[in-house]
């Protein structure tokens, strides 16, 4: 497998699922801790520049085929004060009583020395609070959400990243979670953090992730009878024509290719 040629003509990649990383003394497997490392994930192959579909490349980068890969789980240490986060919000959620660690978080990654935790959506709210509330935590600001569409990551199409900033011990960390294009709701951080309010509003907006429990989900940057979310992988480019003087530059999907 190489970056242009995913699978060699002819032949067929092993997809058969992998063997499970532990079991336990009766044979039985023992699902991943999230501090487990993984290898990278790939939830997508990018065709030509831009990834378009049914429509010229206009880049002259139409033969282009480039995996895309997102770091997998990160084995501790993480790091001095990644480590002393990990270990403070295990605590704070095992005192709260509600989802242990293991539970609520499926995965750990440092990737460029940012901390990124992988909440499972249910529990994202709880996480949320703890990381608030925590004296030994104090991620007292949201930074705001972002969307991020992989079509091609089935039942994980849709993930939102809140980055939180504690100005206490001044630390940063990730919370990034996901739903499947089935079923786009994540629970709101409004309750939490009241300035995500317009983020996820944008959010909502732009890749149609609805937050369960927001104050008021409308629009916030397309008219209120906009079809579709335009930051969607899958959204078509389309386009107005824009006309100058003696010539017309027309919409991205209506130019030549020159692949």
Request: include cysteine; charged fraction near 25%.
């Amino acid at each position: 497998m190489t970056e242009r040629t995913p699978d060699r003509p002819g032949h067929t990649p092993d997809r058969s699922p992998a063997a499970p990383d532990r079991t336990d003394a009766a044979g039985r497997p023992v699902t991943a801790d999230p501090h487990d490392a993984a290898g990278p994930d790939t939830v997508g192959v990018r065709h030509g520049m831009f990834g378009v579909r049914g429509s010229g490349d206009t880049s002259g980068f139409g033969g282009l085929v480039r995996p895309t890969v997102l770091p997998g789980s990160t084995p501790p240490p993480y790091g001095d004060d990644d480590d002393k986060v990990v270990r403070a919000l295990t605590a704070a959620l095992q005192r709260r009583g509600g989802a242990s660690f293991a539970e609520a978080v499926e995965r750990v990654v440092v990737h460029c020395g940012q901390l990124t935790l992988h909440v499972v959506r249910e529990h994202l709210p709880a996480v949320a609070l703890a990381l608030r509330d925590d004296p030994d935590l104090r991620f007292e600001m949201s930074l705001g959400a972002s969307g991020v569409h992989y079509p091609g990551a089935t039942g994980r199409e849709l993930h939102v990243v809140y980055p939180l900033q504690s100005i206490t011990h001044n630390r940063r960390v990730m919370l990034e979670t996901w739903a499947p294009d089935a079923d786009p709701h994540v629970p709101t951080l409004t309750r939490v953090y009241p300035t995500t309010d317009w983020h996820e509003r944008e959010t909502y907006d732009f890749f149609g992730v609805i937050f369960d429990g927001h104050p008021s989900l409308t629009r916030i940057e397309m008219p209120d009878d906009w079809e579709g979310h335009p930051q969607r992988k899958d959204y078509p480019l389309g386009g107005i024509a824009v006309q100058y003087k003696g010539a017309t530059i027309p919409p991205p999907d209506q130019r030549r290719a020159y692949s």
